[in-house]
């Protein structure tokens, strides 16, 4: 081999290896940015007026607790819409659908995973709110309860794609074996492939979460922007404001180095955390399964 | 009796999935409802004036040009940073990387990097591009930021359509005396390319339609010419979207409805492709 080629096997080698670490650099790097920006708040806002009842950053009131309980009953609503309707669709395709009905579903549902989430605000704005308002004589349309509609909307093609992954991943023989023994595809569904696919349908569920977590254009344009806590079931039918809302809102307006932008910045940083904790839990299911599995195989 | 249990049995399974099929269409008809109704009251607003003009009397008449542009640019941006890095770091993982802790770590921060919210992409590139790097609020900042979050889909999809490839090309390959590499570039690659690129546009497309992570690092409300340099700020179609239907008092509604047309068309275009190149790369594919 002569010498050039070597050389600049040996260059390529080395970019292709250090772009192979890129991805932990990058996260490291986030991590950092959050931190240096994020953790000044806490020196500069007193922990009990950052859990207090105002989030009000004109007049110096920081309470992240009212963007707290708007994220989660956004989340909350979102999940009780996304998590019956995805795995059902996911059931529906991977169990029951003819092979054309499947090839048409499939796309479909890839193509909601595509539309911008602005898109989905901006339809919020125009129909979902009016029609939440005059349907449940509410003030305004523009409450947690659309937020949490678009948000299930935006969770359901994760929650399909990967749920329909794991209950096609459960092998053949499992369905014949109920069969043979006499039950109906339907109780081989619900006693046989769902519970062989759990933990599967479980990461899918998680990663939906997460999605609906950190969604912020749609939530933003639709909930009504009201930084108000929200600790009755009621308050679905108010407006609120999310974390994310809040970042994306107040952001473009705020003095870098300031308390407002350190504030924002922290929140980042719990939003941040929260998504690796989701992440790390939901890989950590599949990583149990799979254990489990090459035990039962062996 | 035993009849009896039976045909309860299958009356279950008749509801049961009678259920299933109404869930389906219930996820699936708004989707195509949601499309339909925009494309049915955006298209009137399609001329070409609305196309290749600029935005006039604060945007409540003329064009969109630049926001097209912008969109473009910037989802031009984001391939040229994150097509080179993203598949690299595929080919380490598909090629070179063992089994060990450190692969580990590298799988667990690229789930991460694709669980982080958008907005948090957006405080990230804010910190790093407009302020430390001193790029302010550019196409450049922007464009990286959305690099870094499309990273992760990229990655994913190239590793997997390298593993794809049946481990005797490589083997063959080596045996005719070709290097590590050369078996790459030569052999791994172009087999792998449609489904590489497949997984580029997703990832590609996925950065078009994002408003959170340009707001504070590229997105500018309005501007009447268009981005000369990599350092000026610029309209994207997803940030005019949100400006025209929350920051405008008085916009008209047909404004809006193209805007979201033009958007939706432009992602879903790049998502078409994308299926059309997988599907003529599976009937084409020997192996």
Same mark, same amino acid.
């Given at each position: 081999?002569?010498?050039?080629?070597?050389?600049?096997?040996?260059?390529?080698?080395?970019?292709?290896?250090?772009?192979?670490?890129?991805? /932990?650099?990058?996260?490291? +790097?986030?991590?950092?940015?959050? =931190?240096?920006? %994020? @953790?000044? #708040? *806490?020196?500069?806002?007193? &922990?009990?007026?950052?859990?207090?009842?105002?989030?009000?950053?004109?007049?110096?009131?920081?309470?992240?607790?009212?963007?707290?309980?708007?994220?989660?009953?956004?989340?909350?609503?979102?999940?009780?819409?996304?998590?019956?309707?995805?795995?059902?669709?996911?059931?529906?395709?991977?169990?029951?659908?003819?092979?054309?009905?499947?090839?048409?579903?499939?796309?479909?549902?890839?193509?909601?995973?595509?539309?911008?989430?602005?898109?989905?605000?901006?339809?919020?704005?125009? /129909?979902?709110?009016?029609? +939440?308002?005059?349907?449940?004589? =509410?003030?305004? %349309? @523009?409450? #947690? *309860?659309?937020?949490?509609? &678009?948000?299930?909307?935006?969770?359901?093609?994760?929650?399909?794609?990967?749920?329909?992954?794991?209950?096609?991943?459960?092998?053949?023989?499992?369905?014949?074996?109920?069969?043979?023994?006499?039950?109906?595809?339907?109780?081989?569904?619900?006693?046989?492939?769902?519970?062989?696919?759990?933990?599967?349908?479980?990461?899918?569920?998680?990663?939906?979460?997460?999605?609906?977590?950190?969604?912020?254009?749609?939530?933003?344009?639709?909930?009504?922007?009201?930084?108000?806590?929200?600790?009755?079931?009621?308050?679905?039918?108010?407006?609120?404001?999310?974390?994310?809302?809040?970042?994306?809102?107040?952001?473009?307006?705020?003095?870098?180095?300031?308390?407002?932008?350190?504030?924002?910045?922290?929140?980042?940083?719990?939003?941040?955390?929260?998504?690796?904790?989701?992440?790390?839990?939901?890989?950590?299911?599949?990583?149990?399964?799979?254990?489990?599995?090459?035990?039962?195989?062996? | 009796?035993?009849?009896?249990?039976?045909?309860?049995?299958?009356?279950?399974?008749?509801?049961?999935?009678?259920?299933?099929?109404?869930?389906?269409?219930?996820?699936?008809?708004?989707?195509?409802?949601?499309?339909?109704?925009?494309?049915?009251?955006?298209?009137?607003?399609?001329?070409?004036?609305?196309?290749?003009?600029?935005?006039?009397?604060?945007?409540?008449?003329?064009?969109?040009?630049?926001?097209?542009?912008?969109?473009?640019?910037?989802?031009?941006?984001?391939?040229?940073?994150?097509?080179?890095?993203?598949?690299?770091?595929?080919?380490?993982?598909?090629?070179?990387?063992?089994?060990?802790?450190?692969?580990?770590?590298?799988?667990?921060?690229?789930?991460?990097?694709?669980?982080?919210?958008?907005?948090?992409?957006?405080?990230?590139?804010?910190?790093?591009?407009?302020?430390?790097?001193?790029?302010?609020?550019?196409?450049?900042?922007?464009?990286?930021?959305?690099?870094?979050?499309?990273?992760?889909?990229?990655?994913?999809?190239?590793?997997?359509?390298?593993?794809?490839?049946?481990?005797?090309?490589?083997?063959?390959?080596?045996?005719?005396?070709?290097?590590?590499?050369?078996?790459?570039?030569?052999?791994?690659?172009?087999?792998?390319?449609?489904?590489?690129?497949?997984?580029?546009?997703?990832?590609?497309?996925?950065?078009?339609?994002?408003?959170?992570?340009?707001?504070?690092?590229?997105?500018?409300?309005?501007?009447?010419?268009?981005?000369?340099?990599?350092?000026?700020?610029?309209?994207?179609?997803?940030?005019?979207?949100?400006?025209?239907?929350?920051?405008?008092?008085?916009?008209?509604?047909?404004?809006?409805?193209?805007?979201?047309?033009?958007?939706?068309?432009?992602?879903?275009?790049?998502?078409?492709?994308?299926?059309?190149?997988?599907?003529?790369?599976?009937?084409?594919?020997?192996?």
């Amino acid at each position: 081999m002569d010498k050039s080629l070597s050389w600049r096997e040996y260059v390529i080698t080395r970019a292709i290896k250090a772009s192979g670490y890129s991805a /932990i650099v990058f996260v490291a +790097l986030i991590f950092y940015f959050l =931190l240096h920006d %994020g @953790l000044p #708040a *806490l020196s500069e806002v007193p &922990l009990a007026d950052l859990l207090g009842q105002r989030w009000y950053p004109i007049e110096n009131y920081f309470s992240i607790l009212p963007l707290i309980t708007g994220t989660l009953i956004v989340t909350l609503g979102a999940m009780l819409v996304a998590i019956p309707l995805g795995i059902g669709t996911a059931v529906f395709i991977a169990e029951i659908a003819p092979r054309w009905t499947r090839d048409i579903l499939k796309p479909l549902v890839e193509l909601l995973g595509g539309l911008p989430s602005v898109v989905l605000g901006f339809l919020g704005i125009l /129909i979902l709110a009016p029609f +939440l308002r005059v349907f449940l004589n =509410l003030p305004t %349309g @523009l409450t #947690a *309860l659309a937020g949490s509609l &678009l948000l299930g909307g935006i969770a359901i093609p994760t929650i399909v794609s990967i749920a329909e992954d794991a209950l096609d991943a459960v092998p053949q023989s499992y369905r014949e074996g109920a069969w043979a023994i006499g039950a109906t595809r339907w109780q081989t569904i619900w006693r046989v492939t769902l519970p062989a696919a759990r933990s599967g349908v479980l990461t899918a569920v998680m990663l939906g979460l997460g999605r609906a977590i950190g969604e912020t254009m749609a939530v933003m344009m639709a909930t009504g922007n009201a930084p108000v806590l929200a600790v009755k079931l009621t308050s679905l039918f108010s407006p609120v404001r999310t974390m994310t809302a809040t970042i994306a809102a107040e952001m473009g307006e705020v003095a870098s180095g300031s308390v407002h932008y350190h504030v924002l910045f922290f929140i980042g940083l719990v939003l941040f955390l929260i998504s690796l904790a989701v992440n790390v839990a939901a890989s950590a299911v599949v990583f149990r399964q799979k254990k489990r599995a090459e035990r039962v195989l062996s | 009796m035993k009849k009896n249990a039976f045909s309860n049995r299958v009356l279950t399974q008749r509801l049961g999935f009678s259920l299933l099929t109404l869930v389906a269409l219930f996820t699936v008809i708004p989707i195509l409802a949601v499309i339909a109704y925009i494309v049915a009251q955006g298209a009137p607003a399609i001329s070409w004036e609305f196309l290749a003009g600029f935005p006039r009397e604060g945007m409540r008449a003329g064009g969109i040009l630049p926001a097209i542009v912008g969109t473009f640019y910037l989802t031009l941006g984001t391939a040229i940073f994150s097509v080179p890095l993203g598949v690299a770091a595929a080919i380490y993982l598909a090629e070179y990387a063992r089994e060990n802790w450190l692969t580990r770590l590298i799988r667990i921060a690229i789930i991460n990097l694709a669980g982080i919210p958008s907005v948090v992409y957006g405080l990230f590139g804010l910190g790093l591009f407009v302020f430390f790097l001193r790029f302010g609020t550019s196409l450049l900042s922007a464009s990286l930021t959305l690099s870094i979050m499309t990273l992760p889909v990229i990655i994913s999809a190239a590793e997997e359509a390298l593993r794809a490839v049946p481990q005797a090309f490589r083997t063959v390959s080596v045996s005719l005396g070709g290097t590590r590499w050369q078996t790459i570039r030569r052999i791994v690659l172009p087999q792998a390319l449609p489904g590489i690129i497949t997984g580029v546009i997703l990832g590609l497309e996925r950065a078009a339609g994002e408003t959170a992570p340009i707001l504070f690092t590229g997105a500018a409300f309005f501007l009447p010419r268009l981005p000369n340099s990599p350092f000026d700020a610029t309209m994207a179609l997803p940030y005019h979207l949100f400006v025209v239907s929350t920051q405008v008092p008085e916009m008209p509604i047909q404004i809006q409805y193209g805007t979201a047309l033009v958007l939706i068309a432009f992602v879903l275009g790049m998502n078409l492709i994308a299926t059309v190149i997988r599907s003529r790369a599976r009937a084409k594919r020997q192996w």
